[in-house]
């Protein structure tokens, strides 16, 4: 007698990092939302206070959505945290196409986070990315000692990856990948989707406590598997460039980004 084995649906990728593959979208929310959580209650509890950066694009919107109306995260401490931008583009603030716009709407009006906590990205600004840049390091900087080596760095930053490998705006052969200094650039060029972006660096990105990748769907699966691989730098593929100094590294995924 003979058994077939069922193939394994998914190959858990390795990547840099933990890997967390959930079952569906739904249960990749409630993962990345009870890791958040943690993380926000710890921040509070050690420095009084918990910075978080968060990503636009399609994918984390439900997230965000479900963060606001699923008692799992009702004790998600909103009114310590502040609100940064990974990534934006140069539209106007009522655009769709701006990121502020979207999780202001989603998140900042439903809940307590206190108005001045929000830190959009002011893209009306000419000089938008050295403004962003002050205001962080001016923010982060508040009750930390100059030599204190935590200064300067952002909680929980959460991190989505195009289908061409790029995360928040750093694109494949743009100079921003080369950054080393500045912690937010403008960004701009033949692999940039337009509009032009203003984006966090990997010197800021890396220095993060945690950084989360959160990344679902078949559409994704083909560069999972490439970023997977060893064979591409940062350069083709910039979210191999996400490696935090000290932090920790997740990536949240489902069984359709893993090609399952
Ligand atoms: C943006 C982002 C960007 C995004 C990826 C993935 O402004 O578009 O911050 O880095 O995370 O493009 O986007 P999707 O989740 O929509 O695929």
Partial sequence: MSYEIEP????VPSLPGGVIVAADEEDAQERIGRDLMVAAKQAVRERGVFHLALSGGGTPMPFYRRLMIDPLFREMPWSRTHLWIVDERRAPFDSDQNNYKHIHE???EH??????????????SPSAAEDYENELREVLAIGGVPDDPDRGRLDFILLGMGSDGHTASL????AALDEEVRWVVDNDGPSVVPPPRITMTYPLINAA??????????????MIRRVASVSEGF?????K???????ELGWYLDHAACGG
């Fill in 8 to 11: 394994d649906p998914f190959e």
């Fill in 106 to 108: 989603i998140l900042v």
């Fill in 235 to 239: 350069e083709t593929l910039p979210c």
């Fill in 171 to 174: 694109f494949p052969h743009t």
């Fill in 111 to 124: 809940s307590d986070l206190p108005g001045p906590n929000a830190h959009p990205i002011p893209v009306d």
């Fill in 241 to 247: 460039g996400i490696r935090p100094a000290s932090g």
């Fill in 209 to 222: 406590r945690v950084v989360a990748f959160y990344v679902l769907g078949a559409g994704k699966a083909e």
